[in-house]
Nanobody, 127 residues
Framework: QVQLVESGGGLVQAGGSLRLSCAAS????????MGWFRQAPGKEREFVATIKWSGGRAYYADSVKGRFTISRDNAQNTVYLQMNSLKPEDTAVYYC????????????????????WGQGTQVTVSS
């Protein structure tokens, strides 16, 4: 089992920044990737970014590329999502997730690729 706890959400004006954190505990070594997803009201959960614990390979959705940065601190078992130049359309509940068993250059971008999920943290961007 892997337990995930997100923090750092809040209300910010358009153009502002927020940094989300996801603290992982339990059998974190059993999965190779951490991902961030988001879900806006009435919409499906969508991929935002992913990173591998080993090597730090990262991959982003086109909608956030150049604005968001995913990073990890292996010693702290924590993954971060730095969000800059936020837009109203970034408003959603953000979830971190743990999953995947393949190392290397394969990127896990699907909801079904992840086995463990945090409770989510609300991000609201006002115009």
């Amino acid at each position: 089992q892997v337990q995930l706890v997100e923090s750092g959400g809040g209300l910010v004006q358009a153009g502002g920044s927020l940094r989300l954190s996801c603290a992982a505990s339990g059998r974190t070594f059993s999965r190779v990737a951490m991902g961030w997803f988001r879900q806006a009201p009435g919409k499906e959960r969508e991929f935002v970014a992913t990173i591998k614990w080993s090597g730090g390979r990262a991959y982003y959705a086109d909608s956030v590329k150049g604005r968001f940065t995913i990073s990890r601190d292996n010693a702290q078992n924590t993954v971060y999502l730095q969000m800059n130049s936020l837009k109203p359309e970034d408003t959603a509940v953000y979830y971190c997730a743990s999953g995947g068993t393949l190392s290397g250059s394969y990127y896990y971008t699907g909801v079904r690729d992840y086995d463990y999920w945090g409770q989510g943290t609300q991000v609201t961007v006002s115009s």
